[in-house]
């Protein structure tokens, strides 16, 4: 657990990252930016800051967010950055070449670096629905249910018109082999004319003959 919040009292999850190529000192410098801030105010300091920690940092907190959903089943709008440090971890050391046969010591130093998110109190929480409602927004959850509810409407239409589709798409074959049926008809009835006429010139011929 953590040295000031103790996440079996408070809801909440943690991630660390071991072993990051930079300085503690510099992961220190973007990490007083997110302390005790909401997720949303720290994911927007991340997002902007032009530090190169910043980046690492941003996917240990990411990290943290998830667990918290996964593990604790906790939502992410009623997060906050509750506690975040960056400890020393071991030194690499290497060697840079300098004149007159000499060469200096490099010091690639790394750190482990721990944020811990936790869950907003009620008394937040109830601040922070009564500022939403009054400025006519939505919290993410709330947005999220509505597109869900959404897609589940409009593949209800779709499928209502696609039994629609299949209901007429037989009507319309009936029309079509009616229609069919008709011409075929016709075709018959055009054929027999000139046989009845071939028969009656037949029969006048054979009538002058036999006068």
């Not at 990252?17 to 300091?45: G, P, T, W, Y």
């Not at 998830?66 to 604790?72: H, L, P, Q, V």
Request: glycine content about 2%.
């Amino acid at each position: 657990m953590s040295g000031l919040i103790d996440l079996e009292a408070v809801a909440g999850a943690r991630s660390t990252h071991k072993f990051a190529r930079l300085s503690a000192s510099k992961a220190r410098v973007v990490l007083d930016l997110i302390r005790d801030e909401d997720l949303d105010q720290a994911r927007e300091e991340l997002q902007f800051c032009d530090r190169g920690a910043a980046k690492v940092i941003s996917k240990v907190l990411e990290s943290a967010v998830s667990n918290a959903e996964n593990n604790e089943r906790l939502a992410a709008d009623e997060l906050y950055v509750a506690e975040c440090w960056a400890d020393e971890g071991p030194t690499l050391k290497r060697w840079r070449p300098r004149a007159r046969g000499r060469a200096t010591r490099i010091n690639k130093r790394t750190c482990h670096i721990t944020v811990v998110v936790a869950q907003l109190s009620e008394e937040e929480l109830e601040t922070r629905a009564a500022r939403l409602a009054a400025s006519g927004r939505r919290s993410a959850d709330a947005d999220r249910a509505a597109r869900v509810a959404a897609s589940k409407e409009s593949e209800e239409d779709a499928t209502v018109d696609s039994e629609a589709a299949e209901e007429e798409a037989p009507t319309e074959q009936n029309q079509i082999s009616d229609q069919h049926n008709e011409s075929d008809d016709s075709a018959t009835s055009d054929d027999a004319e000139p046989q009845t006429s071939d028969e009656t010139t037949a029969v006048d011929e054979q009538n002058e003959k036999e006068a």
